[in-house]
């Protein structure tokens, strides 16, 4: 076996410095609440995060009113830190409202950011380039020397397209930091356009030139930290190529969220930096952490979560293809690169048209002791394919799968048989809201049920019959709540009269409290009865899960 090029054994302990809750939230259409920006700020703690960039306090405030709470937060191992930019051009530091409010927020940690490419210093600041490196020196040592603070980072804005354009004033921009007492210089690929053979280049030659160390042994001396955003698709080989150079910290935020395509997603640098670099970052349990951690920001945010999100997307250990799926049920790691446990995840297998028998077995060979029927599998498989055929999807639709597992096993109970269905919408003018009727003719247990119910359209108006009809029969029929249902047009070119499949996901309560989700396909050319299809196998699924004796 070949020994990983990349494997250290050193262990060097690499800072994360989080800044979702400033930097991430200058992405399109994140906000965050103060309680959500408490709570996170304690799950971040909770991991090991060693900074947490609380805001801006100068900007609003709410950013100012963080600052005030968080010292109310028993924080075990996490630095609170503020963000702020120089001292505006020609006044001095202490009469700079930015300086103030930097040193008023009471945060142990500040965090200045100044210019470093002469392209901004020229044409955005339009101030000296000399005015520039006061401002940098004069900001930093206003903060350092704030009785409250205890150290002062700067983050070089734009320092890779800075030190390609203009490299000598790129590195007296840094020197101007240091001379003011920053402990971290954070090179900022501001503009997330570098690669990272340029990144490595830069570190090197500026810790070099400034002849820094690459550990935390004197953590209170200058050192190199890494800021990235991802508008190359590249932050995350540029923060870890900086970091294999000699930087000591990495600043990102959770989920990659941040200005334009975001910042550095510190849950890959994290699982990267201890599971495959040998570096050591966060407390040593944390990774496990991370999936919870992860969901918890979309959910705080508004966002679906990223299926394929590395290491903790619902996809990342999700195994679809037949040949795949038969060689992970024999030895995992021959399609998973690490234990999807190690960060909190979890391995799913899918069925699908692509399937093999391996799928089935994998699925629900357990729950229907198929295991190593491979007569059955085969069956199932058959059906699936011809099905998906015809439009059907399985991959998100468990229950139906497991109704195609009962009728290949001859185990389907007949619940009720349908006599008919029929839809009536009614509408007379254009202003007129329209009113929908919906009928369903039954025979449940040798009764005839024939019941009505209006809707507001016809998928409700039936749903709302259908368990008028059961109810009586089956009272547990009401426990059940439809969650999403999801229409896609299966073959777009026959437009108005395509075939579409429609996806109903629903919810109950079972019997031990515990909630559970499943999720049913139909597809026709007419969406009404695609959903009846999908609705009427809901129900009957139900029934087999929570009547006793039924189960296979
Ligand atoms: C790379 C980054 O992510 S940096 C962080 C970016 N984040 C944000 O901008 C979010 C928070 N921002 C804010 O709340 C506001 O934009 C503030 C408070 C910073 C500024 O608000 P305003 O003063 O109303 O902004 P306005 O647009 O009028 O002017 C910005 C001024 O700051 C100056 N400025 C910009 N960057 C710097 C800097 N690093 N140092 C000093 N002055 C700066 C500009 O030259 C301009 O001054 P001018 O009017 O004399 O030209
Ligand atoms: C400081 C910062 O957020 C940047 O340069 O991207």
Redesign the pocket.
């Known amino acids: 076996m070949v020994e990983n090029p990349n494997g250290h054994t050193d262990g060097r302990r690499i800072e994360m410095y989080d800044t979702t809750l400033?930097?991430g939230t200058?992405g399109a259409e994140i906000a965050l609440t103060l309680a959500d920006k408490l709570k996170l700020t304690i799950a971040l703690d909770e991991l090991g995060f060693d900074y947490i960039e609380g805001g801006?306090p100068?900007?609003?405030p709410k950013d100012a009113a963080y600052f005030d709470k968080v010292r109310d937060l028993d924080l075990k191992h996490a630095r609170v830190t503020a963000?702020?930019?120089?001292?505006?051009?020609g006044i001095e530091a202490k009469d700079d409202p930015?300086m103030q409010a930097l040193v008023a927020s009471h945060a142990p940690v500040i965090t200045i950011?100044?210019?470093t490419w002469d392209l901004h210093v020229d044409e955005?600041?339009?101030v000296e380039r000399d005015e520039n490196l006061a401002?940098i020196r004069d900001?930093v040592a206003f903060c350092h020397q704030a009785d409250t603070t205890d150290e002062v980072f700067y983050?070089a804005?734009h320092f890779f397209d800075g030190y390609r354009a203009n490299p000598d004033y790129a590195l007296d921009t840094l020197r101007a930091a240091v001379e003011g007492g920053a402990t971290r210089l954070v090179l900022?690929d501001?503009n997330g356009g570098s690669l990272p053979e340029f990144i490595s280049h830069a570190v090197t030659n500026v810790r070099e030139t400034l002849g820094l160390g690459d550990t935390l042994d004197n953590p209170t001396g200058p050192l190199l930290a890494i800021h990235v955003h991802n508008d190359g698709a590249l932050a995350v080989a540029n923060s870890l190529a900086a970091i294999e150079t000699g930087c000591v910290q990495v600043q990102g935020t959770i989920n990659g969220i941040g200005?334009r395509c975001g910042n550095v997603d510190l849950i890959p640098i994290a699982a990267n930096l201890r599971l495959k670099l040998g570096y050591d970052c966060l407390r040593d349990d944390a990774l496990k952490g991370l999936h919870h951690l992860a969901m918890l920001v979309y959910e705080m945010v508004g966002m679906t979560p990223v299926a394929g999100q590395p290491y903790v997307g619902a996809n990342a250990f999700t195994h679809k293809g037949g040949m795949h799926v038969h060689a992970v049920q024999r030895i995992a790691h021959s399609y998973e690169h690490i234990e999807p446990d190690a960060v909190g995840n979890q391995r799913r297998v899918l069925v699908s048209e692509l399937a093999g028998a391996s799928n089935i077995a994998a699925q629900v060979g357990a729950k229907f002791g198929i295991a190593d029927d491979r007569d059955v599998q085969r069956k199932v498989l058959e059906k699936i394919q011809d099905l998906e055929h015809q439009g059907y999807q399985f991959e998100a639709a468990d229950a139906s799968l497991e109704l195609m597992v009962y009728e290949a096993l001859g185990k389907r109970p007949a619940f009720w048989e349908l006599g008919h269905y029929r839809c009536v919408i009614l509408k007379r003018q254009r202003d007129e809201e329209t009113s929908t009727e919906g009928t369903v003719k039954l025979n449940v247990d040798g009764t005839t049920e024939y019941r009505v119910a209006e809707g507001d359209g016809p998928v409700n108006a039936l749903y709302q019959a259908l368990i008028k009809c059961l109810a009586d029969h089956y009272p547990e029929v009401r426990t059940i709540h439809l969650s999403d249902y999801k229409v896609r047009v299966v073959n777009p070119t026959a437009e108005t009269a395509a075939r579409v499949r429609v996806v109903i996901e629903f919810r109950y309560t079972a019997e031990d409290g515990s909630t559970r989700v499943f999720s049913t396909v139909g597809v026709d050319e007419n969406i009404v009865e695609a959903s009846w299809e999908a609705i009427s196998d809901a129900f009957q699924y139900l029934l087999i899960e929570t009547r006793a004796g039924i189960t296979v």
Request: proline share 0%; aromatic share 8%; net charge positive.
């Open positions: 400033r930097d200058q801006y100068l900007s609003n963000f702020g930019m120089t001292r505006r051009k930015g950011v100044g210019k955005v600041l339009r401002m900001s983050d804005e900022c501001t200005e």
